[in-house]
């Protein structure tokens, strides 16, 4: 079958790939790019592990079909470090062992980024709600929460 | 299976109608979840959103008009809408996580035929039509009347619709939707109510309209409840009588979510509830829009 060619740009750098109609944007950035953070754990929009930010919108990467995208910007949690530098959720993150096996975090800091470029100072309320779309089978959630409340405390120089 | 991408309705219309097999979509977020439950894939996927109009909200004074494929999170971000027609933002912003609402459209919560689609009984109560485009240009249905069964829908295979339209809230008016489901976010409705109310000048109901998702084969509305309020206040006598027709009104299944008789009695006390809020909306809303 003839294979589609998209040209995008990810996490800053033009990138151009080849796909299957049918495959997802997920399978393309995973199995076409070679970016990796994205994760499947469901494929059906349930559990946000594959959260991706479009067009600074995020969406489940898992439902949206590879040549979509022909045209937009991507960020995905490879794009999140600047020059090496962690961003200050992954920093918080880490600090606050708002991860265990690490499956679902890179859809968290995707949410929790989109929620505080639109919302520096989010309740605990706001966060839960913006990070309903993603679940974590470990952490009980409390101590991800932390973590985006004080990464937003930070970004917001307090 | 292809994806094509027309960007004009005209260009989709002759793709559906060259292509038998041919399959719109707007977010994708039930169409993708089927797909990976097996149901068979269509030879061509058209892509609804790079089409302008079917991506875009305006308002030109007498009504509005919402693109079939518009992302749900752009309609509940839009103030003047979500300030209007409360109810039926509310009913749109509760699909899914951020993550579907950045996706998901009110085109495919009504296509998609399911009968707890959060967003219908909103746009039934509040009058929406469907502008349906086809091989010899379009047609305007009632919302109400587009969907004939669960996955069953009034619109031929080479058909799809462009907009809704919903004309400009009148005075004294208010609309409310209210659902239950077992947790608050991330699920579908048990049952789903949605309200409008219009009071007349001396506050007494001028017109109702009560509509009900989850509790039938499709979206439906109580009229036997909508009779027991025009013309009258509300009081308890009477919000008795809308939640026994509200219930009577429901026809439902047994499954994991909740009993028939449960279903029941929640579609009574939502009903109720729902107009109380339309109510308190309209008065609150005294002067035009
Ligand atoms: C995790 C998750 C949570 C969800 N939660 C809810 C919820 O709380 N409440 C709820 O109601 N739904 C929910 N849904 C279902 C879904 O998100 C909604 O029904 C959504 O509105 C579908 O819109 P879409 O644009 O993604 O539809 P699509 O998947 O693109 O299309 C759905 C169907 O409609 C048809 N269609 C689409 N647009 C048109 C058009 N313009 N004209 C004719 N046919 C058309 C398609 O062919 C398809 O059959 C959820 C889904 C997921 C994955
Ligand atoms: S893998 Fe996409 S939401 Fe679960
Ligand atoms: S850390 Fe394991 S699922 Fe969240």
Redesign the interface.
């Known amino acids: 079958m003839a294979r589609?060619h998209v040209t995008t740009v990810v996490n800053g750098d033009e990138t151009e790939f080849l796909t299957e109609?049918?495959t997802?944007l997920l399978n393309a950035l995973r199995d076409e790019v070679g970016l990796t953070g994205a994760k499947e754990g469901c494929?059906?929009?349930?559990c946000?592990a594959c959260?991706v930010m479009v067009d600074d919108?995020?969406?489940?990467a898992?439902?949206?079909?590879a040549?979509?995208v022909d045209g937009s910007t991507i960020l995905t949690v490879e794009g999140l470090a600047d020059s090496g530098e962690l961003h200050p959720l992954q920093q918080c993150f880490l600090e606050g062992a708002a991860l265990q096996c690490g499956i679902c975090t890179p859809g968290f800091l995707i949410?929790a980024k989109?929620?505080l470029d639109r919302n520096p100072d989010p309740t605990e309320t706001e966060i839960r709600?913006?990070l309903?779309?993603?679940l974590c089978r470990c952490t009980g959630y409390d101590k991800i929460i932390r973590a985006v409340q004080e990464a937003a405390r930070e970004m917001r120089g307090q | 299976m292809k994806y094509v991408a027309p960007s004009s309705v005209e260009e989709a219309t002759s793709l559906l109608s060259t292509s038998p097999s041919a399959q719109v979509f707007a977010g994708a977020t039930d169409v993708v979840p089927q797909l990976r439950a097996g149901r068979p894939a269509p030879e061509v996927l058209v892509d609804l959103k790079k089409i302008e109009e079917l991506v875009s909200v305006a308002n030109d004074g007498d009504k509005w008009t919402v693109g079939a494929a518009t992302p749900t999170a752009n309609l509940t971000e839009d103030e003047a809408f979500s300030e209007e027609f409360p109810g039926l933002a509310e009913a749109a912003g509760l699909i899914g996580s951020d993550q579907i609402q950045n996706r998901s459209s009110l085109g495919g919560n009504l296509c998609n035929g399911s009968p707890a689609a959060d967003s219908v009984p909103a746009m039934v109560v509040n009058g929406a039509r469907a502008v349906v485009a086809g091989p010899n240009g379009t047609r305007v249905l009632d919302v109400a009347e587009v969907v004939t069964g669960p996955g069953q829908l009034a619109l031929e295979a080479d058909e799809f619709i462009v907009e809704f339209e919903i004309d400009r809230i009148p005075a004294r008016t208010g609309d409310a939707y209210l659902r239950m489901i077992p947790r608050t976010e991330m699920d579908i409705a048990v049952v789903g109510a949605g309200a409008r109310v219009t009071l007349a000048e001396d506050g007494s109901i001028e017109q109702a309209a009560l509509a009900l998702a989850a509790v039938a084969p499709t979206c439906v509305r109580v009229p036997d409840a909508e009779a027991a309020l025009v013309g009258k206040t509300a009081n308890d006598e009477i919000l008795s009588a809308v939640a026994a027709a509200a219930s009577e009104a429901c026809d439902p299944i047994d499954d994991k979510r909740g009993t028939v008789a449960y279903r029941r009695q929640v579609a009574g006390v939502l009903a109720k509830r729902a107009v109380l809020i339309a109510i308190e909306r309209a008065e609150q809303r005294n002067g035009t829009n």
């Open positions: 589609t109609d049918s997802s494929g059906t929009g349930d946000g959260s919108k995020v969406t489940c898992c439902l949206v079909f040549p979509e949410s989109a929620l709600y913006a309903a779309g993603n």
